[in-house]
């Protein structure tokens, strides 16, 4: 039973970090239908702001929490403007493949002028700690992703609910046209949803790194590229899809972990793979996502 609590929590904080990023990706595809495949950057962004800060300014280790959320909103606020701004009104696969290109622009970048290699960061010594529930001794990282989480998406919400221009984000989700002839002004709406989605990768980022202890230019590629499978997995386009297939996704690769074989254990994601494409076969809409008729082809 011990055992057992023990996997769900972990799968709860593996889970909770891949909501956390398919959020990110969820609410700038909500609101301008761009899949921003330069997501996973920012974490290595926010991680490299953490070295270089340690290298040349030494600030206490506890300050590098809110300079790692800090640099990876900015960022992605600047990708907007710089990168992603001047090609709003392309078709689509302008979007993507510029995505794309930022991706493997700031990956070249920090290869170049920074390290090819890993390199070490300093966590607060107490996220690397345990902490005593019941008769289980569970990593203190753990039970903070799974807290910051819950926190993180509830303020999120409290975001769209309760301010105006989060009531001007949902609305542009339904429907960017209509929205900007009621006068709501797009650039600021489209900003606040890349810096919010900066704000959920920054936080992402840091307990990535808490566990990795390094960063390297990569190391967002392969959590993005999971959360954007959740994503599809929950319902592209719906925070709530994006939040399920988080979950839904963390949950499967912990406990396939355990039950596996050891032979066969090193093919995890494989299997979890195949487990979401018969989810998809079954509801191509995803978990909870919207069916849409889209009707027959022309020819």
Known sequence: MDYFLQQSLNALSVGGEYALLALGL?????????????????????????????????PPVYALIPICIFVAMLSAVCFERVAFRPVRNAPPTTGLLTA?????????????????????????????????????????VQVLETIVTVVAITGLL????????????RAAAKDFVTVR???????????????????????AAVFIISRRGAVDPFMGFIPVLKAFVA????????????????????????????????QVAGFRDAFVFLMVGLILVMK?????????????KDE
């Not at 002839?181 to 990768?201: D, K, P």
């Not at 599809?232 to 074989?261: D, K, N, R, T």
């Open 26 to 58: 969820a609410i700038v595809f909500s609101v301008i239908r761009l899949v921003n495949f330069a997501h996973g950057e920012l974490i290595a962004l926010g991680g490299y702001a953490m070295y270089l800060s340690v290298l040349f300014a030494a």
């Open 100 to 140: 794309f290109g930022v991706s493997i622009l700031v990956q070249n970048i920090l290869v170049i002028f920074v390290a090819t290699r890993p390199k070490p960061v300093p966590t607060p010594d107490w996220m690397g700690g345990t902490m005593s529930i019941g008769d289980l001794d569970v990593p203190v």
């Open 158 to 169: 409290l975001l769209l609910r309760k301010t105006q221009i989060g009531l001007a984000m």
């Open 181 to 203: 002839m009621m006068g709501v002004r797009a650039n600021r709406v489209i900003m606040t949803a890349f810096a919010v989605s900066g704000l959920l990768a920054g936080i």
């Open 231 to 262: 994503c599809v997995l929950g319902g592209f386009g719906s925070l709530a899809g994006a939040l399920v297939g988080g979950l839904v996704l963390g949950c499967a690769e912990v406990f396939l972990q355990v039950v596996l074989p050891s």
């Open 284 to 296: 191509p809409e995803g978990l909870v996502g919207k069916k849409v008729e889209l009707g027959d």
